[in-house]
């Protein structure tokens, strides 16, 4: 798809890392999802937490490219 080519060309072109931010409660799953980032093409910057109220103290403090959610968390829905 041309936009997609389009998005990871911008990405690419970055001169900052993208900052990222993974909502996700299982320590597995997010450590996976953080290894990919990193190891991808693209420099990126990930900050892990499990909990949604940490994420929304987290990204009131600091601006994220891209948060990536559980939409499953236990102390507050994903959708929040």
């Known amino acids: 798809d041309g936009a997609v080519d389009r998005l990871l060309d911008a990405v690419g072109r970055m001169r900052e890392p993208l900052k990222v931010l993974v909502v996700e409660p299982s320590e597995a799953v997010s450590n996976l999802i953080a290894r990919l980032l990193t190891e991808s093409r693209f420099s990126v910057e990930v900050k892990q937490t ?9 990204a009131a403090l600091t601006p994220y490219d891209v948060v990536l959610v559980d939409l499953g968390l236990p102390d507050m829905s994903g959708l929040e």
């Open 50 to 58: 499990g909990s949604g109220g940490h994420a929304l103290k987290t």
